[in-house]
Nanobody
């Protein structure tokens, strides 16, 4: 059973916005790095953004900088990905992942094999 649950995906027009949520069960996120990855059909999974929930250091892929914002709500044990100015090329299944082993450094670009916990994904479709 996945310890991370994503929500907030859906169909949106180009230029629109969505906010994805990643909520943890049986796992307290405050001493983890949480990341969002995405995978489009026929493409490899790619890292989108990450947040170190101790230092609050964030990373963003070049393709989403200035459009996406990662944030957290410790009280709700939840990490968010605010996605604005969405483009058709943002269409993908978005996955939330967490690791307790990266607090003092992780790879950039993000590497999926460095994350221990995964959600099952939420579909984001950007289309007119």
């Amino acid at each position: 059973q996945s310890q991370l649950v994503e929500s907030g995906g859906g169909l949106v027009r180009p230029g629109g916005s969505l906010r994805l949520s990643c909520t943890a069960s049986e796992l307290t996120l405050d001493r983890h790095v949480v990341a969002w990855f995405r995978q489009a059909p026929g493409k490899e999974r790619e890292g989108v953004s990450s947040i170190n929930l101790v230092s609050l250091f964030t990373t963003y892929a070049e393709s989403v900088k200035d459009r996406f914002t990662i944030s957290r709500d410790n009280a709700k044990n939840t990490v968010y990905l605010q996605m604005d100015s969405l483009r058709p090329e943002d269409t993908a299944v978005y996955y939330c992942a967490a690791s307790s082993l990266l607090l003092y450094g992780g790879s950039y670009p993000l590497r999926s094999d460095e994350y221990q916990y995964w959600g099952q994904g939420t579909q984001v479709t950007v289309s007119s």
